[in-house]
């Protein structure tokens, strides 16, 4: 069977602007129902990572969670993060076991360990494991302890592109909030423009254009998510799609799919 990584972004499963923790609960039980569909084809292995959006950058940005844990206040700070994302796992979960999806929750701070905010790698016979077994790993971005700085934010496009390159991954999908990459914020610039496919040729290019937006993101929003992907995606088929579009999943899937297509060599 084909293996999948499904990115499920953190804007997709939480409404991301929302200052406190809080669920796109319709869209969550949509696309465990979409995942359950494609689970029960019996043609791919899937390895899910979702995003924490509004249960982890808020929380993270107001204490800096991001650059260190030092005092006491970020301490109880990142148990309180640690908690929330926890709990929108759960939910997640939860709508998946429902689908009669087998999913297995890995919580990435149980395993893996940063230093100075840089990503290590981390030993993938787990994932193997869960894998040979037909079974569904769930990761997502986290809040790790780190050897230099006490803790660091994992991203979960950090983990989706080490994946990929560990293992043998036939496409990654990557599900967000707009149709794909823009040449603009589409959320606030009427003129954005769909970008179809980003190569070797247009990347540095689509790089520039991006602009941080005011958003509570502590992984570098999409520019951040691009540079992982240039990093750890090459020669990888990736499609980047509208997660709160029906069946946007199931698109992603067929050749002639919508949102960015992303092919590095």
């Not at 990347?203 to 750890?232: C, S, W, Y």
Request: charged residues 20%; glycine residues 8%.
């Amino acid at each position: 069977m084909k293996l999948l990584i499904i990115k499920l972004g953190g804007s997709v499963v939480t409404y991301k602007d929302s200052p406190t923790p809080k669920a796109r609960l319709d869209t969550i039980k949509r696309l465990a129902k979409e995942i359950g569909q494609i689970y029960q084809q019996n043609k791919y292995q899937l390895i899910l990572v979702h995003g924490a959006g509004s249960f982890g950058h808020p929380i993270a940005k107001k204490y800096k969670l991001h650059q260190g844990m030092k005092n006491k206040q970020q301490k109880l700070a990142f148990s309180l993060m640690d908690q929330q994302v926890l709990e929108l796992n759960s939910v997640i979960m939860e709508s998946l076991l429902k689908c009669n999806v087998p999913v297995v929750a890995l919580p990435p701070r149980s395993f893996i360990q940063q230093s100075a905010g840089k990503f290590a790698g981390f030993d993938c016979q787990i994932i193997k494991n869960y894998l040979d077994q037909n079974q569904i790993p769930v990761l997502f971005g986290d809040g790790v302890l780190d050897d230099k700085w006490g803790c660091s934010i994992l991203s979960g496009d950090t983990i989706v592109s080490f994946l990929a390159k560990k293992l043998p991954v036939h496409q990654v999908i990557f599900l967000s909030d707009v149709d794909g990459i823009y040449t603009g914020d589409p959320r606030t610039n009427r003129a954005a423009k769909l970008i179809p496919e980003i190569n070797n040729q247009n990347f540095n290019e689509v790089i520039k254009g991006l602009t941080p937006t005011k958003r509570d993101d502590v992984t570098g929003e999409m520019q951040g998510k691009l540079i992982a992907l240039q990093h750890g995606l090459k020669s990888l088929p990736v499609v980047i799609g509208n997660g709160l579009k029906v069946k946007t999943l199931q698109k992603a899937l067929m050749p002639a799919s919508t949102g960015t297509k992303m092919l590095l060599h």
